[in-house]
């Protein structure tokens, strides 16, 4: 009987250690194996450590948290009493007359959402319709209404079954070639641009149907010939969108001379500016991360994106880019930051690292290059023990610093230069 009670007593306390629950502070704070998270809580995943952290809500947040109602039905009575149950929520009926219906079926959501459903896809088609109508009976076309018009539906498209049903009524077809045709004003182009992006922008359907309709050369051939920055601005970030994590536009992109022209934007200073050639940064940073081999000739040779930087060049591209971002031995010395894009800084480095594997050759035998990185790496080391001074456990800074050590790691596996790291 004694072995048995204790038994139960090893038991119970075996039980409650396995439910042990997370104390949270302010601060961040690892949550381990078999703790229990108590209800309103800040949690992340840690990418350094990959494991999970939490702390309490800040001020704001908890006010805010604490402030958000939503209005149920106008026959719902919601008290605010951290006291009450449940039963707080009360239907405001008179005792003599039948309770209303709260809830409604899942039948009458459906019916609902079904009548809603194709009164968008109706108005999307009477939208493209009548602009088709207009650009083909107009005497003179009125620009800047048609340009004030393509702004207004680039709000709408940002909702997915807008844009699905602007696709459905070809409005890529309809409405944004005749845009991008139109070379005599600008204006229209541009929103022509825009209205593209945001279309392809985390929409799989959309980039395959840009990509079918020919919309990566387009694109390609207003970065090549387009003077007006806004312009190329604009072209940019529709490509981008067509192609991001899209392996079958990279493919298109290739073949139509993609690189080449990124090239050309990345070898002149004066052109395109320093958004338009960070840009181009994070879309091969994509191809390398989320491309598949290409085929690159008749006879089915395939080829990796890495293998195909490294033999047009691009290794050397993209050390002298940052070489030259910045003056990075005066930085280093006067621990001075300010004017630095140090997003700009850290999609260059990370593109550098994903590229190192491939460049190691290239990489360790420019000197400039090796200086350049154990600088930023000195100036990113200050600006992180900065951020850790002031409470601050995670900040771009230290993921500069992360992303520098790595390209480091692979810089020094030779001996002739491991002195000057």
Aim: a negative charge; one cysteine or more; aromatic letters at 8%.
């Amino acid at each position: 009987m004694v072995s048995g009670k204790i038994f139960f007593f090893c038991l119970v306390v075996c039980v409650q250690c396995a439910n042990k629950t997370f104390v949270a502070t302010e601060k961040w704070k690892t949550i381990e194996d078999g703790e229990v998270l108590p209800a309103g809580l800040h949690v992340r995943m840690n990418l350094q450590t990959g494991k999970k952290e939490a702390k309490l809500l800040d001020k704001d947040e908890n006010e805010l948290q604490k402030s958000a109602l939503i209005k149920i039905d106008d026959n719902l009575n919601v008290e605010d009493d951290s006291d009450q149950t449940s039963q707080s929520v009360k239907p405001k009926y008179n005792e003599d007359d039948p309770p209303k219906k709260k809830f409604r079926s899942l039948d009458e959501i459906r019916k609902e959402f079904g009548e809603k459903h194709p009164e968008i896809k109706r108005t999307m088609l009477n939208v493209v319709q009548k602009f088709e109508s207009f650009l083909n009976n107009s005497e003179s076309i009125d620009y800047e209404k048609i340009t004030e018009y393509i702004t207004d539906l680039t709000h709408e498209v940002h909702f997915i079954d807008s844009a699905t049903h602007f696709i459905q009524s070809e409005g890529l077809q309809k409405i944004i070639f005749p845009c991008l045709n139109m070379t005599h004003h600008e204006g229209v182009r541009a929103a022509g641009f825009l209205l593209l992006g945001t279309i392809a922008s985390n929409n799989a359907n959309a980039q395959s149907v840009a990509v079918d309709l020919g919309f990566v050369q387009v694109l390609l051939r207003a970065l090549a010939l387009e003077k007006t920055p806004i312009l190329r601005k604009r072209a940019g970030f529709a490509l981008a969108a067509i192609l991001r994590n899209f392996p079958a536009a990279h493919s298109k992109f290739f073949q139509d001379g993609g690189l080449s022209i990124f090239a050309s934007i990345m070898d002149n200073p004066k052109d395109a500016g320093d958004q338009m050639k960070i840009r181009i940064i994070r879309v091969l940073s994509d191809f390398l991360t989320y491309g598949k081999p290409l085929e690159v000739d008749e006879h089915s040779a395939v080829v990796t994106w890495d293998t195909l930087l490294r033999e047009q060049g691009w290794c050397a591209r993209i050390s002298n880019w940052f070489v030259n971002l910045e003056n990075w031995s005066y930085r280093a010395k006067s621990f001075i930051s300010d004017g630095i894009d140090h997003e700009m800084v850290l999609s260059s480095i990370q593109l550098l690292y994903v590229l190192s594997k491939s460049c190691t050759t290239d990489f360790i035998v420019n000197i400039d290059l090796v200086n350049a990185v154990n600088q930023a790496r000195v100036l990113y080391a200050d600006l992180a023990l900065r951020d850790l001074d002031e409470g601050e456990t995670e900040s771009l800074y230290l993921n500069c610093v992360t992303v520098l050590k790595l390209i480091s790691s692979v810089l020094v596996q030779s001996d002739e230069y491991r002195d000057e790291l």
